[in-house]
C-alpha cells in the first residue's frame, strides 16, 4: 500500500513565496504521473500544476508563471514552488498519482488520480 504525505504548508504574506513538498512510500515513483490540486472552501478542487513521467510539465492558466512543479525520482519526491502568492491562493493543496499507460495525464481532473495525500493548506494574506 502506497502513500503521499504533504509538507511544508503554511502561511504567508501576498508577494511572498512557499514550497510544498509531497513524499511518496510504496510506489515504481519513477513511472508515476504526478499532480497538485488544490481546493478552497465552497470551491471544487482544481487541478494546478501536472509532471508525468518524463518530466512533462502542465500548469492552469491562473498559476502559470508563478507556480513551478518538479520531482525528484531518487527522492521520490514532488514539489511546488509558489512565487509572489496571492490571496486566492489560499486553499488545500494536495498531491496526486497514478499510473498512465496510454495518453498523458495533465490536464486530467482529480478523479482520474488514485493515489491521494492527505493535503497541506497554504495561507496568503493580504
Known amino acids: 500500500q502506497g502513500e503521499l504525505v504533504e509538507s511544508g504548508g503554511g502561511s504567508v504574506q501576498a508577494g511572498g513565496s512557499l514550497r510544498i513538498s509531497c513524499t511518496a512510500s510504496g510506489y515504481t515513483y519513477s513511472r508515476l504521473c504526478l499532480a497538485w490540486f488544490r481546493q478552497a472552501p465552497g470551491k471544487e478542487r482544481e487541478g494546478v500544476a501536472y509532471i508525468n513521467s518524463k518530466g512533462a510539465t502542465t500548469y492552469a492558466d491562473s498559476v502559470k508563471g508563478r507556480f513551478t512543479i518538479s520531482r525528484d525520482n531518487a527522492k521520490e519526491s514532488l514539489y511546488l514552488q509558489i512565487y509572489t502568492t496571492k490571496p486566492e491562493d489560499t486553499a488545500m493543496y494536495y498531491c496526486?498519482?497514478?499510473?498512465?499507460?496510454?495518453?498523458?495525464?495533465?490536464?486530467?481532473?482529480?478523479?482520474?488520480?488514485?493515489?491521494w495525500g492527505q493535503g497541506t493548506q497554504v495561507t496568503v494574506s493580504s
Open positions: 496526486a498519482a497514478g499510473r498512465w499507460y496510454s495518453g498523458d495525464c495533465r490536464g486530467a481532473l482529480s478523479t482520474a488520480f488514485p493515489y
